[in-house]
């Protein structure tokens, strides 16, 4: 077994009516707060009132940088941390899903770097600080809210690269689930979608030890499999919002990864997916996930899976290891795109096989130390069972 | 669903060879170390040298605290606290299970007080600071290595109490299972009776929600079962000890708790054992909890115990839920008493009936918002069914 660290200190205000809490989170850090979020979807919610309420009651100064989009933009973060600079902020306030989470996490190094922010990005700019962090989650999915780590989509090189620093690591996070009961039944899926993907790319791993850790990522995933289709049929169901949003923060916040050697597969594949095409990263995960697993499946990883499918999905049925592991991986594809209702192919969201051999060479060279490791060959071959 | 907020700031390095970090982590507070620790095991393991080495590379100045005993004195923390106020102290290094954690939490809080140190035990006192903690853990049982809590008994009135102050939380923790190779079987098998406690006292719970942490709960209460006998029965098997260890920080380290509407039973009663009586903590657990799971089983909360039969136990056989319920405690005695091999009776470890009155009547100061209220007349009872 590996050793390893863990450390966690991002503080959660999790539950409805925290957000009084706010004004004093803020103000430990300063006076000036730049407040980003994405397309708007706050204002017509109320919940961009109430935390400009917050921010009034507090005497904070309160700057904006709204409409950060979904795959948020190395270009948009580079406008932010000017206006950072400009107006000597003190604070961010990220409200939104990922996407502003994350895109807010590099504002904050940026502001503290000179050159184009996208060398953050790459790991190439020396940066030692960013701005403190808070946020406010509205969408259940990256996890974003509890861990160190952000996405970036640079359109000009069409790259999606993502990067984690520490000081990027929230101070604190307002996980209210009443935040999420406006999230649609597509995004709700993708959220989903995303969580799994963060618990099967740790699940699925060289070695198998530390036994704790595997029930742990099984109570995830399970987690989800039992509240995902509530919540796309009842939005407000409170408990269903509630079990996703913590779900969510947990798959990927540093517990389940203690002493596991890693090997993440479909992420490196889909960050191609969405930097080519620019669809929703839950989606482009889902539709990759099952088919990489059937790719996978063979007489050394049979014994995974078979777990998976039983520990998962409560698979019991007398039949050999590797049936049963067909029927787990079986039973992702039905939740996926039966129970949640997500498109099943590329073909079904308008992606041919155009950039495969360059998305594939891209893709590659995040998957050489994979579960099962992945050529350009073998990653073209999966993007083509998803047509 | 309660409304919560999560927050655990402690660094872990677990694993084999972190002591490299010991250096670098106490510096960060300051040249003056006081080292505190038990009876002198770590001693005999080479503990004890490997540590002051690594104090010695650092160049920092070392006193020591020893002696600290299991259920560790209020007079303990006043004799420590007056060395470091005389030594200006500036950072405690607790090495030793438990009872040494617990102790040195209040030493580092009763150096900002001037009166008696059981005064803060009892939140009477008002202290806002405490020396920085950091902590090498030897024995897997409390949990204290990653929370803000602590246990002390006073002798003189015969009480044993416990109390969280924020400060008290280790800066760093040090869980190298390797360290508690040397913990015999019996000593084992009390910190896993601990650890399953620490869960059932949070899984009984008043209202079920939050389902992620059920299976969370179930997933630490597995471990511990298919661990424990192996631990100890092969003192040396890494992967054992290792899932025993990190089951015990998130056992109480504040993840299980969130939104559950608490009411601990077990843990008020036993600690009027080990008061009146000095017994291992664990050991009183273990005797009390399935005669207290015996107590409160009725139609209003057989599904609870059907659940924790089913989902720790495995126990899938067609019997009514009230058959099932009453296997799974009867399978947690036999965990207990015949494969982890602890006393089963209090007659057998010497205790009478002599103090029940008295000790119920303190109990019940802490179990009128238990899971099953239990008043003084319950508490007698279930410790008459113990003898």
Chains 1, 2 share one sequence.
């Not at 408990?239 to 597969?265: P, V």
């Not at 039973?331 to 998305?359: H, P």
Request: a neutral charge.
């Amino acid at each position: 077994m590996n050793s390893f660290v863990y450390q966690n200190t991002t503080k959660v205000y999790f539950g409805q009516n925290q957000l009084n809490n706010l004004g004093s989170e803020l103000s430990k850090y300063g006076k000036r707060v730049l407040l980003t979020y994405g397309g708007g979807s706050i204002k017509k919610t109320g919940l961009y009132d109430k935390i400009k309420q917050e921010i009034d009651k507090s005497n904070l100064q309160c700057f904006e940088f709204g409409g950060i989009e979904p795959n948020p933009r190395t270009t948009s973060v580079e406008e932010a941390a000017e206006i950072c600079k400009k107006q000597k902020i003190d604070v961010l306030l990220a409200v939104g899903g990922g996407s502003v989470l994350d895109c807010t996490k590099f504002i904050g190094a940026a502001t503290f770097y000179d050159g184009n922010p996208w060398d953050i990005v790459l790991g190439k700019a020396k940066v030692d600080k960013g701005l403190p962090l808070l946020t406010v989650l509205t969408l259940t999915a990256t996890g974003s809210e509890m861990n160190s780590g952000g996405v970036i989509t640079n359109l000009e090189t069409k790259d999606k690269i993502g990067n984690r620093l520490p000081f990027m690591q929230p101070k604190a996070s307002f996980l209210d689930p009443t935040n999420t009961y406006s999230v649609d039944a597509y995004q709700t899926a993708c959220g989903a979608a995303d969580i799994l993907s963060h618990v099967i790319e740790v699940y699925f791993c060289k070695k198998q030890d530390l036994f704790l850790l595997d029930c742990i990522m099984e109570s995830l995933m399970r987690t989800v499999v039992k509240y995902a289709p509530i919540a796309i049929k009842e939005p407000t169901n409170y408990e269903a919002r509630a079990n996703l949003m913590w779900a969510g923060s947990w798959a990927i916040n540093g517990l389940i990864n203690g002493g596991k050697q890693q090997g993440w597969s479909c992420h490196p594949m889909e960050h191609q997916l969405s930097a080519y095409y620019d669809i929703s990263h839950g989606l482009g995960l889902a539709i990759l996930t099952p088919r990489w697993m059937e790719y996978c499946l063979d007489s050394t990883t049979v014994d995974r899976f078979n777990q998976f499918a039983t520990n998962v999905f409560g698979i019991t049925v007398d039949l050999s290891k590797m049936e049963i592991a067909r029927i787990g991986i079986q039973c992702l594809s039905d939740f996926l795109f039966k129970t949640c209702g997500l498109n099943s192919t590329l073909t079904s969201i308008d992606i041919d096989s155009k950039f495969f051999v360059e998305m594939a060479k891209k893709a590659a060279n995040g998957t050489k130390n994979s579960y099962k490791a992945l050529t350009e060959q073998d990653i073209e071959k999966i993007y083509k069972m998803c047509l």
